[in-house]
């Protein structure tokens, strides 16, 4: 595990920036070093007038979370804005954002679930690993996945980080992301069943790729799943979905996870998987629906 030392806390702590157009305190790290993935981006957002402990939600495609200028498609969740109006109205406690910055070229190749993906034959591995970008001549991946690195990262280097610098209650972890980061939170919460209470995954890309027919990796991944039963019963799980543009291929496969979920007799405060008509892949739909699964996520269970 990665040493941080007193020096290089005080440097990356320097690095706060504090804007006017944000609702709540945010304090960016502009290249957080790791022994297991590239240096990236990190924010830690929390409510204006809060001391902790915190809760920590871990929210994948950080640059796409708080401010438009920051994102490729001039959207963006508005994370800030909710939370700061549901701390305001007493709806949730102290709790704090670590929202980590994709590198765009490694996003696919840190957020595809690894196991599942080293579950798949060799034909359909390389098949992946030459996939071009919509639209695009790129890979889709630059190398094999490696989300047991990234997730080391985040669980080995960054909350103990966290542990050290800020007053948090580590019985309260939590984590989100859309699409690919909605995978790489399903894929925590079964590697790490022990550290996280709760994942919301949000318009999960299942396909892996972009389409469904002749697709062996959404099997790939209920396999997976199927036999972590004992791990998912640990946590809270919330999904959700909506039926436009990307996320028309999603029903098929999301009601193939929500049935299996029903099997194990989850309790209702433990596992919500919703549907939202009309709703296309992309932040304005996230943005609509992130209060819903904060508040699924962190409130005590009934």
């Not at 007038?49 to 920051?70: A, C, E, I, T, W």
């Not at 704090?96 to 490694?106: C, K, L, Q």
């Not at 318009?203 to 997976?224: K, L, Q």
């Amino acid at each position: 595990m990665m040493k941080v030392s007193k020096y290089l806390i005080f440097t990356l702590l320097l690095s706060i920036e504090l804007s006017a157009q944000l609702a709540g305190q945010l304090q960016r790290i502009p290249n957080f070093p790791s022994e297991f993935i590239e240096a990236r981006r990190v924010d830690i957002w929390t409510p204006e007038n809060s001391s902790g402990p915190y809760k920590v939600l871990f929210m994948h495609d950080g640059q796409m979370l708080f401010q438009r200028d920051s994102t490729w498609n001039g959207q963006e969740w508005g994370v800030d804005e909710s939370l700061d109006s549901l701390y305001k109205n007493g709806h949730i406690e102290d709790i704090m954002v670590v929202a980590i910055w994709n590198i765009y070229e490694h996003r696919h190749r840190n957020y595809f679930p690894q196991k599942p993906f080293e579950s798949l034959s060799q034909n359909v591995q390389d098949s992946l690993l030459t996939l071009a970008r919509p639209g695009q001549e790129k890979d889709l991946y630059s190398a094999a996945p490696n989300s047991d690195d990234y997730l080391q990262f985040i669980f080995k280097e960054l909350l103990p980080f966290l542990d050290e610098n800020y007053s948090i209650n580590k019985d309260e972890l939590y984590m989100m992301g859309s699409s690919m980061g909605g995978l790489i939170s399903m894929y925590a919460a079964m590697e790490y069943s022990r550290k996280l209470k709760g994942v919301a995954c949000l318009s999960t890309h299942w396909p892996g790729v972009f389409e469904n027919e002749n697709n062996p990796i959404p099997d790939a991944f209920i396999e997976y799943m199927s036999a972590h039963q004992r791990e998912a019963k640990r946590t809270k799980w919330y999904f959700d979905r909506g039926d436009a543009t990307l996320d028309a291929l999603y029903p098929k496969p999301q009601n193939r996870v929500d049935s299996l979920y029903r099997s194990w007799n989850f309790e209702s405060a433990q596992f919500k998987s919703m549907v939202f008509p009309g709703d296309p892949h992309e932040e304005t739909a996230w943005r609509k629906r992130f209060p819903k699964a904060v508040l699924f996520l962190l409130k005590a269970d009934e």
